[in-house]
């Protein structure tokens, strides 16, 4: 099932390529693939552009795929020495609707506006 619908996502992808995401395959796998996403506009991250790293496991679409940051990025959302995204949709709240190009408009969109609830646990403090 994760083969085939990795293949339509990258056929669609090649197709129809967004112009603020750069995403492919990683090597000869359908599991592994890398992403290069433009900072969004009215941000502090306009005009970077940052390296993704997406893991895809064969419980792919039912499962959420692995992504992280292979650029240093500094944000509540982003474990700093990890590069791994903490946001509710890749753990708690993913749809096997979403696409590798979806999660990728969606981390950029995260990085317009943080989701403090979600954030990493460093950024997280306990009462008092």
């Known amino acids: ?50 390296d993704l790293k997406i893991i895809c496991t064969a419980n792919y679409p039912y499962a959420a795929p692995q992504v992280s940051f292979k650029t240093k990025v500094f944000h509540p959302n982003v474990n700093f020495s990890t590069g791994e995204l903490c946001v509710d949709i890749l753990k708690t709240d993913w749809s096997p609707a979403w696409t590798l190009q979806y999660v990728c408009r969606a981390v950029i969109a995260l990085l317009r506006h943080a989701q403090l609830a979600s954030s990493c646990d460093m950024f997280k403090h306990e009462p008092a």
């Open 1 to 50: 099932m994760a083969r085939n619908r990795l293949n339509k996502e990258w056929q669609e992808v090649k197709r129809n390529p967004d112009p603020d995401i750069f995403l492919d395959l990683d090597g000869d796998s359908f599991e592994q693939w890398q992403a290069v996403i433009n900072g969004p506009q009215d941000s502090p991250y306009e005009g970077g552009r940052f």
